[in-house]
Structure formats: C-alpha cells, structure tokens
C-alpha cells in the first residue's frame, strides 16, 4: 500500500511560478516511476510529466515543455513538479500518481495510486 499526498498548490498570477511536492509512503518509492497529471474543470485528465525511478529519465507534455520541470528525491520519499511561467490555462487540479501507464484501448490514464491532488489556480 503506498500513499500519496501532495501539496505545494495555490493561486498565483500568470508569469509566476509553484512548486509542487508529492510526499510517498511505503519503502518501495524508488522503484516506482512517477508522474503529475492535471485535470481542469469540464476536462479529462490530462499528461503533465514523467520521472523514471531513479530520475534519469524524465518526459513531459508539449503543453509545458520548458516551463515544467519534474524532479524526485529519493531519500525523502518526494517527487516535485516546478511550475515556472505559469498561464492562466495551466489552472487545474494537480495529481501525482504511481507507476502511470497508458492505455490505448480506454485512452485513458492508470496508475498504481493516485494522491488526492492540489489545486493549482493562475490568474490572468
């Protein structure tokens, strides 16, 4: 049973910047590739970033490639989402999930668990 709480969210206005902690529990974290999702209202669920489990490898949607960086510490049990140069359509709730996969057949996203996200809200 692994949980995820995540935290670090807020209201920021555009061109401002968050940064995002998920904290693990369980002592299986660094053999789990980790990810950030966000879902805004009316939206499905959506790809944010990808970190593999010992953070060489990390992969992000178009939609914040240079802005977004995914980070993870291992020894703390944390993966972190810095959130730069923020727009007002990055608005939503973040969640932070385990293990994610994608499946083409229900295009949608699964994960291992999910945390109860953090909402995240950027003025213009």
């Known amino acids: 049973q692994v949980q995820l709480v995540e935290s670090g969210g807020g209201f920021v206005q555009a061109g401002g910047s968050l940064r995002l902690s998920c904290a693990a529990s369980g002592r299986t974290f660094s053999s789990y590739h980790m990810g950030w999702f966000r879902q805004a209202p009316g939206k499905e669920r959506e790809f944010v970033a990808l970190?593999?489990?010992?953070?060489?490898?990390?992969d992000y949607a178009d939609s914040v490639k240079g802005r977004f960086t995914i980070s993870r510490d291992n020894t703390k049990n944390t993966v972190y989402l810095q959130m730069n140069s923020l727009k007002p359509e990055d608005t939503a709730v973040y969640y932070c999930?385990?293990?994610?996969?994608?499946?083409?057949?229900?295009?949608?996203?699964?994960?291992?668990?999910w945390g109860q996200g953090t909402q995240v809200t950027v003025s213009s």
């Open positions: 970190i593999n489990w010992s953070g060489s490898h990390t």
């Open positions: 999930a385990s293990d994610p996969s994608y499946s083409s057949s229900s295009r949608s996203w699964n994960a291992g668990y």
